[in-house]
Protein backbone atom coordinates (compact mmCIF):
# COMPACT_ATOMS: atom_id res chain seq x y z
CA UNK A 1 0.00 0.00 0.00
CA UNK A 2 1.19 3.11 -1.37
CA UNK A 3 0.90 5.75 1.41
CA UNK A 4 2.36 9.04 -0.84
CA UNK A 5 1.72 9.10 -4.28
CA UNK A 6 3.89 11.57 -6.33
CA UNK A 7 3.70 12.37 -9.50
CA UNK A 8 5.20 13.01 -12.39
CA UNK A 9 8.02 10.62 -12.46
CA UNK A 10 9.67 12.81 -14.49
CA UNK A 11 9.80 16.28 -15.67
CA UNK A 12 11.33 18.62 -18.07
CA UNK A 13 11.30 22.25 -17.50
CA UNK A 14 13.45 25.27 -19.48
CA UNK A 15 15.52 27.19 -17.34
CA UNK A 16 13.50 30.23 -16.07
CA UNK A 17 10.68 28.12 -15.76
CA UNK A 18 8.22 26.94 -12.83
CA UNK A 19 8.50 22.80 -11.86
CA UNK A 20 5.61 21.70 -10.21
CA UNK A 21 5.42 17.89 -8.43
CA UNK A 22 2.81 17.18 -6.74
CA UNK A 23 2.12 14.66 -4.05
CA UNK A 24 -0.92 13.05 -2.39
CA UNK A 25 -1.30 10.54 0.91
CA UNK A 26 -3.87 8.51 2.60
CA UNK A 27 -3.00 8.62 6.61
CA UNK A 28 -4.41 11.68 8.29
CA UNK A 29 -2.01 11.00 11.09
CA UNK A 30 0.55 12.67 9.24
CA UNK A 31 1.54 15.60 10.56
CA UNK A 32 4.83 16.69 8.95
CA UNK A 33 5.85 17.11 5.77
CA UNK A 34 9.23 17.52 4.15
CA UNK A 35 10.96 17.52 0.12
CA UNK A 36 14.03 16.34 -0.29
CA UNK A 37 16.41 17.20 -3.21
CA UNK A 38 18.81 14.01 -4.09
CA UNK A 39 21.75 14.52 -6.64
CA UNK A 40 23.23 11.09 -7.79
CA UNK A 41 25.66 9.68 -5.59
CA UNK A 42 24.21 11.30 -2.74
CA UNK A 43 21.82 11.06 0.03
CA UNK A 44 18.69 13.50 0.40
CA UNK A 45 19.00 16.90 1.60
CA UNK A 46 16.06 18.74 3.36
CA UNK A 47 15.05 21.14 1.53
CA UNK A 48 11.71 22.69 2.65
CA UNK A 49 8.93 21.28 4.96
CA UNK A 50 5.30 22.37 6.47
CA UNK A 51 2.95 21.38 9.04
CA UNK A 52 -0.90 20.45 8.27
CA UNK A 53 -1.74 24.48 10.29
CA UNK A 54 -0.06 25.73 7.59
CA UNK A 55 -1.79 26.20 3.67
CA UNK A 56 1.85 27.36 2.04
CA UNK A 57 5.51 28.12 3.32
CA UNK A 58 8.40 29.70 0.66
CA UNK A 59 11.65 29.49 0.97
CA UNK A 60 13.30 31.65 -1.76
CA UNK A 61 12.59 29.84 -4.87
CA UNK A 62 10.90 27.13 -3.43
CA UNK A 63 7.43 27.14 -2.11
CA UNK A 64 5.45 23.85 -0.32
CA UNK A 65 1.58 24.91 -0.97
CA UNK A 66 -0.47 21.92 1.69
CA UNK A 67 -4.46 21.53 0.92
CA UNK A 68 -5.64 19.55 4.02
CA UNK A 69 -8.86 18.77 3.05
CA UNK A 70 -7.81 17.06 -0.37
CA UNK A 71 -4.89 15.64 1.31
CA UNK A 72 -2.64 16.68 -1.07
CA UNK A 73 0.77 19.33 -1.31
CA UNK A 74 3.36 20.23 -4.20
CA UNK A 75 6.79 21.95 -4.82
CA UNK A 76 6.94 24.70 -6.62
CA UNK A 77 10.07 25.80 -7.94
CA UNK A 78 10.31 29.40 -9.41
CA UNK A 79 12.40 29.86 -12.03
CA UNK A 80 14.46 26.94 -12.18
CA UNK A 81 18.19 26.30 -12.62
CA UNK A 82 19.98 23.45 -14.12
CA UNK A 83 21.44 23.54 -10.87
CA UNK A 84 18.19 22.23 -9.51
CA UNK A 85 18.40 19.15 -11.52
CA UNK A 86 17.98 16.07 -9.52
CA UNK A 87 15.18 13.97 -8.57
CA UNK A 88 12.90 15.22 -5.99
CA UNK A 89 11.11 13.08 -3.26
CA UNK A 90 8.28 14.18 -0.90
CA UNK A 91 7.45 12.79 2.46
CA UNK A 92 5.14 12.49 5.06
CA UNK A 93 5.68 11.79 8.58
CA UNK A 94 3.77 10.15 11.38
CA UNK A 95 6.72 8.52 13.54
CA UNK A 96 8.52 7.55 10.51
CA UNK A 97 9.22 9.40 7.26
CA UNK A 98 7.10 7.80 4.38
CA UNK A 99 8.64 8.43 0.80
CA UNK A 100 7.06 9.41 -2.48
CA UNK A 101 8.96 7.29 -5.44
CA UNK A 102 10.58 10.49 -6.43
CA UNK A 103 10.59 13.05 -9.42
CA UNK A 104 13.68 13.34 -11.77
CA UNK A 105 14.00 16.93 -12.89
CA UNK A 106 15.99 17.83 -15.55
CA UNK A 107 15.91 21.89 -16.27
CA UNK A 108 17.36 22.60 -19.87
CA UNK A 109 19.47 25.75 -20.45
CA UNK B 1 29.42 20.48 12.45
CA UNK B 2 30.29 17.49 10.60
CA UNK B 3 26.97 16.16 8.98
CA UNK B 4 25.90 12.43 8.71
CA UNK B 5 29.21 10.03 8.29
CA UNK B 6 28.38 6.54 6.77
CA UNK B 7 31.29 4.04 6.42
CA UNK B 8 32.00 2.33 3.95
CA UNK B 9 30.85 4.15 1.18
CA UNK B 10 31.08 1.02 -1.12
CA UNK B 11 30.48 -2.95 -0.63
CA UNK B 12 30.63 -6.03 -2.71
CA UNK B 13 29.26 -8.93 -0.67
CA UNK B 14 28.37 -12.60 -2.22
CA UNK B 15 25.53 -14.05 -1.41
CA UNK B 16 25.00 -15.79 2.17
CA UNK B 17 27.27 -13.46 3.48
CA UNK B 18 26.60 -11.02 6.54
CA UNK B 19 27.25 -7.64 6.52
CA UNK B 20 27.20 -4.74 8.91
CA UNK B 21 26.95 -0.55 8.09
CA UNK B 22 27.85 1.74 10.48
CA UNK B 23 26.67 5.26 10.70
CA UNK B 24 27.95 8.46 12.37
CA UNK B 25 24.71 11.26 13.39
CA UNK B 26 25.34 14.49 13.92
CA UNK B 27 26.77 15.37 17.05
CA UNK B 28 24.24 15.93 19.54
CA UNK B 29 21.28 14.12 17.33
CA UNK B 30 20.18 11.24 19.57
CA UNK B 31 18.13 9.55 16.80
CA UNK B 32 19.20 7.42 14.04
CA UNK B 33 17.17 5.96 11.12
CA UNK B 34 17.79 3.68 8.30
CA UNK B 35 16.44 3.40 4.84
CA UNK B 36 17.07 1.31 1.90
CA UNK B 37 16.64 2.80 -1.16
CA UNK B 38 16.39 0.20 -4.16
CA UNK B 39 15.02 1.92 -8.46
CA UNK B 40 12.22 -0.20 -8.15
CA UNK B 41 11.03 0.50 -4.72
CA UNK B 42 12.40 4.21 -3.55
CA UNK B 43 13.13 4.93 -0.20
CA UNK B 44 11.71 2.33 2.21
CA UNK B 45 12.06 2.89 6.30
CA UNK B 46 14.38 0.40 8.00
CA UNK B 47 14.09 0.77 11.90
CA UNK B 48 14.73 3.82 13.81
CA UNK B 49 17.30 4.22 17.08
CA UNK B 50 16.60 6.62 20.20
CA UNK B 51 19.37 6.17 23.17
CA UNK B 52 20.04 3.06 22.45
CA UNK B 53 16.47 1.63 22.57
CA UNK B 54 14.50 0.35 18.61
CA UNK B 55 11.69 2.71 18.85
CA UNK B 56 10.39 1.81 15.32
CA UNK B 57 10.39 -0.77 12.70
CA UNK B 58 9.59 -0.87 9.06
CA UNK B 59 8.61 -4.25 7.33
CA UNK B 60 11.41 -6.00 6.85
CA UNK B 61 12.55 -9.20 7.69
CA UNK B 62 14.43 -10.35 11.17
CA UNK B 63 17.94 -10.92 8.49
CA UNK B 64 18.07 -6.67 8.95
CA UNK B 65 18.95 -5.93 12.24
CA UNK B 66 20.42 -2.61 14.35
CA UNK B 67 21.47 -1.06 17.19
CA UNK B 68 22.91 2.07 18.98
CA UNK B 69 25.31 2.55 21.14
CA UNK B 70 26.06 5.45 24.16
CA UNK B 71 27.90 7.76 22.04
CA UNK B 72 24.45 7.62 19.23
CA UNK B 73 26.34 6.25 16.58
CA UNK B 74 24.47 3.06 14.96
CA UNK B 75 25.33 0.10 12.78
CA UNK B 76 22.71 -1.96 11.10
CA UNK B 77 23.55 -5.92 9.73
CA UNK B 78 22.09 -7.82 7.29
CA UNK B 79 22.26 -11.28 7.34
CA UNK B 80 22.13 -14.47 4.90
CA UNK B 81 22.41 -11.36 2.30
CA UNK B 82 20.23 -12.26 -0.96
CA UNK B 83 20.62 -10.49 -4.35
CA UNK B 84 17.47 -8.15 -3.78
CA UNK B 85 19.14 -6.69 -0.39
CA UNK B 86 21.68 -5.00 -3.37
CA UNK B 87 20.99 -1.01 -2.46
CA UNK B 88 21.62 2.02 -0.99
CA UNK B 89 21.69 2.26 2.69
CA UNK B 90 20.86 5.58 3.94
CA UNK B 91 21.21 6.93 7.28
CA UNK B 92 19.43 9.64 8.84
CA UNK B 93 19.70 11.72 12.30
CA UNK B 94 17.97 13.98 14.03
CA UNK B 95 17.60 15.81 17.42
CA UNK B 96 14.58 14.13 18.67
CA UNK B 97 13.26 11.75 15.98
CA UNK B 98 9.80 12.13 15.87
CA UNK B 99 8.90 15.68 14.98
CA UNK B 100 12.97 17.19 14.16
CA UNK B 101 13.91 16.97 10.96
CA UNK B 102 15.75 14.85 9.33
CA UNK B 103 19.61 15.04 7.96
CA UNK B 104 21.15 11.96 5.70
CA UNK B 105 24.02 11.02 5.44
CA UNK B 106 25.61 9.82 2.01
CA UNK B 107 24.59 6.50 2.00
CA UNK B 108 26.36 2.82 1.90
CA UNK B 109 25.99 1.49 -2.04
CA UNK B 110 25.76 -2.20 -1.34
CA UNK B 111 26.23 -4.78 -3.74
CA UNK B 112 25.00 -8.36 -3.76
CA UNK B 113 26.67 -10.93 -6.17
Known amino acids: QQQVKQSPQSLIVQKGGISIINCAYENTAFDYFPWYQQFPGKGPALLIAIRPDVSEKKEGRFTISFNKSAKQFSLHIMDSQPGDSATYFCAAKRSTLTFGKGTMLLVSP | KAGVTQTPRYLIKTRGQQVTLSCSPISGHRSVSWYQQTPGQGLQFLFEYFSETQRNKGNFPGRFSGRQFSNSRSEMNVSTLELGDSALYLC????????????FGQGTRLTVV
Open chain 2, 92 to 103: ASSYQGEHTEAF
